[in-house]
């Protein structure tokens, strides 16, 4: 039988056919058409920016959501987000967004969860669902624990492996997310049925979700998407402080920028990202230092075959990627 709340048909019905999750509308058995339900009734996203912003537009084009309450720190932000369409209601506060909220989204920087979990707690509803879509889980999820109090059954991390180097919701488009994977991290305690929820909402923008232990998903994150923003900030941070870097820049030629384009992401978000997961980001670090000092070594000593070796393993694990992603 199909999912979707309102359907009428059933197995072996005639006169009709139904889909599970067939786009805009289900035909019963007796022909009548019916329109399928939200996903999510009222939506309340803390943080409307490219994450966030991302989200709401992809719920609506999916019809996956009734409406949405959006907050955040630049009330000029916000009022693009009115402009664009993206929300349809700026609160003042996270507690007046989460009022009558089903679902419940911080799409914040990492530093400000455990200060927002603190503001909503009084206000959500007994079967609101909370989610975000941090970076970083450990922290956020130590941070829900102490804020939320019984609420915590009903909080589902998750993180979505997506983005851009832009920010704000002039950056968010609805695509962000189609064929994306998106984390799921839910603890022992949280409730089966938040956890479905979470998951069709993300499945709904075109996303694919797994689950992962809370630990494993810092140390894999760390290692994937930590330890690269850093080298990229690092490296055009030592460029730039370099007295002919005018020049350097003026020949940076398409590797440069390739490389680099994360450097130009939000540093707010990565500071807080980086403190959060040191544990984390320091053993990677640790082992790249360790990997880097090998390669000046090989240099060093004019070792053509050992650099010609770890090129051509690189390359081949690069090119695995792609077709994978293929």
Same mark, same amino acid.
């Given at each position: 039988?199909? %999912?979707?709340?309102?359907?009428?048909?059933?197995?072996?019905?005639?006169?009709?056919?139904?889909?599970?999750?067939?786009?805009?509308?289900?035909?019963?058995?007796?022909?009548?058409?019916?329109?399928?339900?939200?996903?999510?009734?009222?939506?309340?996203?803390?943080?409307?920016?490219?994450?966030?912003?991302?989200?709401?537009?992809?719920?609506?084009?999916?019809?996956?959501?009734?409406?949405?309450?959006?907050?955040?720190?630049?009330?000029?932000?916000?009022?693009?987000?009115?402009?664009?369409?993206?929300?349809?209601?700026?609160?003042?506060?996270?507690?007046?967004?989460?009022?009558?909220?089903?679902? $419940?989204?911080?799409?914040?920087?990492?530093?400000?969860?455990?200060?927002?979990?603190?503001?909503?707690?009084?206000?959500?509803?007994?079967?609101?669902?909370?989610?975000?879509?941090? &970076?970083?889980?450990?922290?956020?999820?130590?941070?829900?624990?102490?804020?939320?109090?019984?609420?915590?059954?009903?909080?589902?991390?998750?993180?979505?492996?997506?983005?851009?180097?832009?920010?704000?919701?002039?950056?968010?488009?609805?695509?962000?997310?189609?064929?994306?994977? $998106?984390?799921?991290?839910?603890?022992?305690?949280?409730?089966?049925?938040?956890?479905?929820?979470?998951?069709?909402?993300?499945?709904?923008?075109?996303?694919?979700?797994?689950?992962?232990?809370?630990?494993?998903?810092?140390?894999?994150?760390?290692?994937? &998407?930590?330890?690269?923003?850093?080298?990229?900030?690092?490296?055009?941070?030592?460029?730039?402080?370099?007295?002919?870097?005018? $020049?350097?820049?003026?020949?940076?030629?398409?590797?440069?920028?390739?490389?680099?384009?994360?450097?130009? %992401?939000?540093?707010?978000?990565?500071?807080?990202?980086?403190?959060?997961?040191?544990?984390?980001?320091?053993?990677?670090?640790?082992?790249?230092?360790?990997?880097?000092?090998?390669?000046?070594?090989?240099?060093?000593?004019?070792?053509?075959?050992?650099?010609?070796?770890?090129?051509?393993?690189?390359?081949?694990?690069?090119?695995?990627?792609?077709?994978?992603?293929?």
């Amino acid at each position: 039988m199909c %999912s979707w709340t309102n359907c009428v048909a059933s197995p072996g019905s005639s006169g009709g056919t139904c889909e599970d999750r067939c786009g805009t509308t289900h035909r019963g058995s007796i022909g009548r058409v019916v329109e399928r339900q939200p996903v999510i009734g009222r939506l309340a996203i803390l943080g409307v920016g490219l994450i966030g912003g991302s989200l709401a537009r992809a719920l609506r084009a999916a019809g996956a959501v009734g409406e949405v309450a959006g907050c955040g720190r630049s009330q000029a932000n916000l009022r693009k987000a009115l402009e664009l369409g993206v929300i349809d209601h700026a609160e003042a506060s996270a507690a007046d967004a989460v009022r009558g909220a089903d679902m $419940v989204v911080l799409a914040l920087p990492v530093g400000s969860m455990a200060s927002t979990f603190a503001q909503i707690a009084p206000h959500l509803g007994p079967r609101t669902v909370v989610t975000d879509v941090g &970076s970083v889980k450990g922290s956020i999820v130590n941070a829900a624990r102490a804020a939320l109090g019984a609420h915590f059954v009903q909080f589902v991390p998750a993180h979505p492996i997506a983005g851009t180097e832009k920010s704000g919701v002039t950056a968010s488009f609805a695509g962000l997310f189609q064929g994306r994977r $998106v984390v799921l991290t839910p603890l022992p305690e949280t409730d089966t049925s938040a956890i479905a929820q979470v998951q069709a909402m993300w499945q709904a923008t075109g996303a694919q979700t797994v689950v992962m232990d809370v630990a494993h998903h810092d140390e894999i994150l760390a290692a994937t &998407s930590h330890l690269p923003h850093l080298l990229a900030f690092c490296l055009v941070d030592a460029l730039c402080t370099m007295d002919d870097s005018r $020049v350097i820049f003026d020949f940076a030629g398409g590797g440069f920028r390739d490389f680099t384009r994360i450097a130009a %992401s939000d540093p707010v978000m990565w500071r807080d990202i980086c403190l959060a997961n040191r544990t984390a980001v320091l053993a990677a670090l640790r082992q790249y230092r360790q990997d880097l000092d090998a390669l000046a070594q090989a240099v060093e000593r004019g070792d053509g075959a050992w650099l010609e070796t770890l090129f051509t393993r690189a390359r081949h694990e690069r090119e695995a990627l792609d077709r994978d992603r293929d």
